[in-house]
């Protein structure tokens, strides 16, 4: 699957973004759709995972502020993002992992293969 995202921007501080991924490939559905995001000078981070099924895994620093989505009809992913924080400023990145991958696969780049170009997410204070 073919990933890309968009949505980024800059917001202040307690503002809200959202994030979209668009794929395209016959089995989006069958995918598990994460998002990461990297700040300068860091290793990407995993903040949020849907899986085939659903169920939905968030990181701690992100957990109750993000929410992610999928619309498998428009073969899309979303990440809302609400009370933002300057420390949530980093690229973000859309990824797909594939029907074969283990579920604590998930949580790492490494368990993805696809990946969309990246979008920038600048919180101000």
């Known amino acids: 699957v073919q990933l890309q995202a968009s949505g980024g921007g800059l917001v202040q501080a307690g503002g809200s973004l959202r994030l979209s991924c668009a794929a395209s490939?016959?089995?989006?559905?069958?995918?598990?759709l994460g998002w990461f995001r990297q700040a300068p000078g860091k290793e990407r981070e995993f903040v949020a995972v849907?899986?085939?099924?659903?169920?939905?895994s968030y990181a701690a620093s992100v957990k109750g502020r993000f929410t992610i989505s999928r619309d498998n009809a428009k073969n899309t992913v979303s990440l809302q993002m609400n009370s933002l924080k300057p420390e949530d400023t980093a690229v973000y990145y859309c990824?797909?992992?594939?029907?074969?991958?283990?579920?604590?696969?998930?949580?790492?780049?490494?368990?993805?293969?696809?990946w969309g170009q990246g979008t920038q997410v600048t919180v101000s204070s």
């Open positions: 990824a797909g992992a594939p029907i074969t991958t283990i579920m604590s696969q998930l949580w790492i780049p490494e368990g993805y293969e696809s």
């Open positions: 849907t899986r085939r099924s659903g169920t939905t």
């Open positions: 490939g016959s089995t989006f559905s069958s995918y598990a």
